[in-house]
């Protein structure tokens, strides 16, 4: 019998307790929705860790029981601490998966991940959002349409700069003029990294069904295939005889 | 009529002041070797800077000024500033073209690009090196013939912890049984970055001919094509009336 | 002094000899409209070649003396022959560059090359489409700034079926709700393939300036860089002693 | 409870009837020898189709109860059909897998799919292989250490004339002196597509635990995501009311 993929879904977690708007939609954060419906998924287990605990709640220990992170971040990139996200990425490179959301476009280990700067255009206008599949075949996109819609949502727009994905999964149309690519997958080292744009903390989309199927299907992709550190650089002797 | 490409070279500059075999190579150092071959093709102009200077010789003004920028670190990468990384990193993703010679996997600023750990396996035989030639259309490998061969290199071997390149120029065959891939080009932002395994300071590796083609190849091919920040990440109007 | 690139525009050549709205926009044929632009740039020199000429134009001793190839059809893919198809991929292969342009989606040769199907979904509504350069620092790129419209096409929405690109440039947005990988590079064998999406028999879409700077530029992009067959697979002796 | 993967292995099944030395070595005929082994995997079933069969083996209905096929030819490459490798091509398209094996690199339905000439170099001295594992977190490399070897194969050498692969799995170095991609993936439309180097038809390779690992692997990697045809390119009307 598999085990269930473990996830931590870590969250900043200070809008929800200073906004009154944010509170009304996530009373409880957008860590606890969100792990409220990953742990009501077959195979999956997940706990919460948010900004403000002791090591932002991501200690080696955590870390080394999780099998996918999911990262949430807004207004608070800055206050991640630089030791935190090189252990993080150390674990993503030894086959952890990282899920980075929305405005987590931003954060300290998605850019560290990256290696660019991850700027884009954006708007806060309510509009709609139309999330093309172009990858139908893709794992990230089972039991999605060719395209599925989120009425108001904030929107990013052209150019993102980020490496050329492996696989853009969704792309997007807005009614203001936009495109995007909305859902890129990447693997760096041992694990698989996933950036899924929709996502806000005064809408509903992480209630919303196609966007909690697109995040299940993509914990479910970037799960470990494998868990092994990058660390070494090892002296090795040859192979086979040397002249 | 074109303006020539602006090239720094720089390197640590330590063990050529420190270690009587590499001075004995290196006699004014891998950045005045480099340099003085760059100076001498059309349409380059080249200068150093090495690690003790002021912040390392690579100034905002000295980063703007520079098109390409070659490194070569060794046993020094901790001592780089992640100031100086920093900034450099905002270069490459504003335009400027990197390249990154042997040792220099491991530098900061390789690590900085590739968001991975750069880990590979090693072993200091004097062994031979034979670099295949798997893309002998690309601008990098003009000049080059289906292979060229290194007599005495310091082996490098996969699995090298690298994001999958966009090409991969050369593969490298050792005798003591690894195989590797010596010459790999990436864009991040709109920098183009090139690795070239070869290299040593010990060896006369940067007196090779084939070498220093490669190096110059790889100097026009990372050319600014465009020089652009990617900082912004404007709030935008609509394009189209929003209903 | 360089050499001229010499570009051959294929056209099929038929609309705009039976359909007097084609006619009209485009009364010497669409290859005559780009073959004068091309002939007016610094640098190219362009001749035709079109279906119902003997071998369709399209000679070995013609594919010899082309440099980059462009193809416009759109009625008539089943009447090119499958002979002058493998002929024109092994130029292709052996360095030559390619161009297809709209329509061209389902011609014979964009579609060996590719592997896919090459389908798509489309509408003739004479809608707005606007073009996001989402690579500003591509070749093919130069000169267009953040994006560029075109207030007559017919659409072209994704799912695109073709292999992921090297590099997307251009990302359509249409006000009819869909979305469109516009600009698509590939490299086969030796030479470089790029797709545009612009381009229609009754909309002046090829006297536009930013679509014809486009074109320009990807020609200059997908000249050869080498000139060499793939054909040979020959039987080789060691290069190393073998035990 | 998860439905076995179809396997159809695919062999020209000609060498074996008319050379000793093949049949000692695959008395049943290569296909037999990897179906046998399929056939005892856990989630596998496999069956068998050969050139000298009505349609190869290979009929339409044959095709849609295929989730994956594997592909051996080696002398009779043009005796394959076209009509036969289109509708595998289709096939592949929308959704099901293709393993090609070591001379299968010159077959028609490997060529289609790439798009290029698929060229190489090649040598037959019985030397040894050692294939470097350079994706270990890669499920076509599940249970395979840093690197596998072989004793006694024939060489294949770069340059391979193949698309630049999603993935390469698997890096070959051979005693006189070549390396190799020896372990490639694609995806085409809606299938996936892995070249696998080892395989011989008088060496027992395809007896080897390393290589009947890695094929069953692929196996398990490209069984179809999805079923869905890409043929269609509609004409469809607007999401969004057009001006």
């Excluded at 601490?81 to 993503?92: G, M, T």
């Excluded at 991850?118 to 999605?144: M, T």
Aim: hydrophobic share 35%.
């Amino acid at each position: 019998m598999a085990e269930n993929i473990r996830v931590t879904v870590w969250n900043e977690f200070r809008h929800e307790q200073t906004d009154e708007a944010v509170k009304k939609v996530y009373p409880k954060g957008i860590h606890a929705a969100l792990a409220d419906h990953l742990n009501a998924q077959t195979g999956l287990q997940a706990g919460t860790a948010t900004l403000d605990e002791p090591e932002h709640g991501l200690t080696q220990e955590v870390l080394e029981k999780t099998d996918v992170l999911s990262w949430w971040g807004h207004t608070a990139h800055g206050d991640v601490s630089d030791e935190v996200v090189r252990r993080v990425q150390k674990q993503v490179l030894s086959g952890m998966g990282l899920i980075c959301l929305h405005s987590a476009h931003f954060s300290k280990i998605f850019r560290a991940m990256m290696g660019t700067n991850c700027s884009l255009r954006w708007r806060e206008a309510n509009e709609k959002e139309r999330l093309w599949n172009i990858e139908p075949g893709h794992p990230i996109a089972a039991g999605i349409g060719e395209y599925f819609e989120l009425p108001h949502v904030e929107m990013y727009g052209e150019r993102f700069d980020i490496p050329t994905p492996d696989k853009v999964v969704f792309m997007s149309w807005f009614p203001g003029g936009e495109v995007f690519r909305s859902g890129c997958c990447w693997e760096r080292g041992h694990g698989r990294i996933f950036y899924f744009r929709p996502g806000h903390e005064t809408q509903p989309i992480f209630y919303d069904e196609n966007v909690l199927r697109v995040i299940t299907n993509a914990v479910r992709w970037s799960a470990p295939r494998v868990r092994m550190s990058t660390d070494d650089a090892p002296n090795v002797e040859p192979l086979e005889p040397l002249a």
